[in-house]
């Protein structure tokens, strides 16, 4: 079986490994309890370490506090353990540093663990903490650049979009299609894995809230819910409906054009010359007219849709550009 070592593994065990040293080379007490800080503090993303980081330090530190008053006023036993934590627990829930628990109850068992309370523990404490958090962020500042990866998601979403769409139109022409319709399932885990890369890629900047590609892949996701949505439609068309080959070559134009490059208002000039078509038909004699053409609006209307999200997303990225330069 072949292992896969990835970075964050590799920063988890140098972090930890540097932890010890720096705590051993001072001589603290529990000084593995430092690599322990460090495991626990590198996170997927800057973000999330950084509050990984804040969380443990405010619990520990709040823990320190409970520990030291109430061993010392109440006494070195269990039950004075099991005191502390019926306190201390509520108390860093409500204050949203709940993932600190962990590690500051091995900071408490430390002080119960030595039976007295001094400045020289809380010193020791104290730089345990400070090296473990510490070194955790520092070996948290090198993040990969996932672009490539990002890229390579967009790359596969918009070729099984060209393929969808082909596909369409091709049995909106003929009437048949052999597809097996496996880019359906395929493209929905694609989006759903570019769009968490792209939130970590996110939330691997301070001061970035925003990420083109997070908006970019919504977009698609919302455009694949219309593709999905149009499916029975255009299944329901006859073959045989001339405005039928109207709409099977709009979805062919639209296959060839799936890109990030901005082609809508091409595209909505052609869906409102189909509409300028449709209405200078002669209007539905029967029941299966007036169905059949119910749907082709229905899917001009979808496809118009579509088009819009495109073009929503177009106009966000130029307006973050003008205010850059402003």
Request: glycine residues 4%.
């Amino acid at each position: 079986m072949k292992l896969k070592i990835g970075y964050r593994t590799l920063k988890t065990a140098l972090g930890a490994g540097i932890s010890i040293f720096i705590a051993q080379a001072l001589n603290l007490e529990f000084y593995a309890s430092a690599a322990i800080l460090t495991i626990l503090c590198i996170s997927v993303s800057r973000k999330g370490s950084l509050r990984a980081a804040w969380q443990r330090f405010a619990a520990c530190m709040i823990g320190l506090a409970y520990s030291f008053i109430l061993l010392e006023l109440v006494g070195y036993q269990p039950w004075t353990l099991a005191l502390i934590l019926i306190l201390f627990i509520p108390m860093v829930v409500r204050l949203n540093v709940k993932e600190g628990i962990t590690t500051s109850t091995v900071i408490m068992l430390h002080v119960y663990t030595l039976g007295t309370v001094s400045w020289a523990i809380f010193i020791n404490e104290f730089l345990l903490i400070v090296i473990g958090i510490g070194v955790a962020l520092i070996m948290n500042a090198y993040m990969p650049n996932i672009e490539r990866e990002l890229r390579k998601h967009q790359r596969k979403i918009e070729a099984n979009f060209r393929t969808i769409l082909r596909e369409l139109a091709c049995y909106v022409r003929t009437g048949e299609s052999e597809w097996d319709g496996r880019e359906i399932p395929e493209t929905a885990d694609e989006i759903q894995k570019a769009k968490s890369i792209a939130m970590r890629n996110i939330n691997n900047h301070f001061l970035r809230y925003e990420d083109q590609y997070y908006h970019y892949f919504k977009m698609r996701e919302r455009q694949f819910d219309i593709l999905e949505r149009i499916m029975p439609f255009l299944s329901s068309l006859d073959d045989t409906v001339v405005q039928s080959d109207k709409i099977a070559d709009l979805l062919e134009e639209l296959s060839e054009a799936v890109s990030p490059v901005n082609t809508v208002s091409y595209f909505q000039g052609r869906i409102q010359d189909i509409r300028s078509y449709f209405e200078a038909r002669e209007l539905p004699k029967t029941q299966k007219e007036f169905e059949t053409r119910s749907a082709l609006y229905y899917v001009i209307h979808e496809l118009e849709e579509y088009l819009r999200m495109k073009e929503s997303l177009y106009e966000k990225q130029n307006k973050k550009e003008k205010s850059r330069e402003r």
